[in-house]
C-alpha cells in the first residue's frame, strides 16, 4: 500500500484547506483511512478517521464542528476538509491505512503517507 497525502500550504486564520490522501496497491474500498497530525515537539495526534463503510470519527476536543473527513472510492482517494483554521491547527499532516480498523491510535494504522505541512498563521 502507498499513500500520497496533498493539498497543504501557508494559511491565515479563519481560513479553509482541503487535503487529499491518494491511495494505490490494494484495494481502496477495504481500507479505513486516518488522518494524525504532529506539530513540533509534540506527540502525533489523531484528528479523524473514516472506515470502509464510511463511518467517520473525529478527534472532537480539537477539531469538533471544523474538520470533515470523506472518501471516494472511485478515485481510490480520501479527503480531510478544514474549515475555521487556527495556529494550533499548525502541523505535519499524514494519511494511514488499515484494513482491520479506523481506530485513533497510531499504531492501528499499518501503512503511512510522507505527510503534508499545514502552517496557520495569526
Known amino acids: 500500500v502507498q499513500l500520497q497525502a496533498s493539498g497543504g500550504g501557508l494559511v491565515r486564520t479563519g481560513d479553509s484547506l482541503s487535503l487529499s490522501c491518494g491511495f494505490s496497491g490494494r484495494t481502496f474500498s477495504d481500507y479505513a483511512i486516518g488522518w494524525f497530525r504532529q506539530a513540533p515537539g509534540k506527540e502525533r495526534e489523531f484528528v479523524a478517521s473514516?472506515?470502509?463503510?464510511?463511518?467517520?470519527?473525529y478527534n472532537t476536543n480539537s477539531v469538533k464542528d471544523r474538520f470533515t473527513i470523506s472518501r471516494d472510492n472511485a478515485k481510490n482517494s480520501a479527503y480531510l476538509q478544514m474549515n475555521s483554521l487556527k495556529p494550533d491547527d499548525t502541523a505535519l499532516y499524514y494519511c494511514a491505512a488499515d484494513v482491520y480498523y479506523s481506530g485513533i491510535f497510531p499504531g492501528q494504522y499499518d501503512h503511512w503517507g510522507q505527510g503534508t505541512l499545514v502552517t496557520v498563521s495569526s
Open positions: 473514516i472506515s470502509s463503510n464510511w463511518n467517520a470519527r
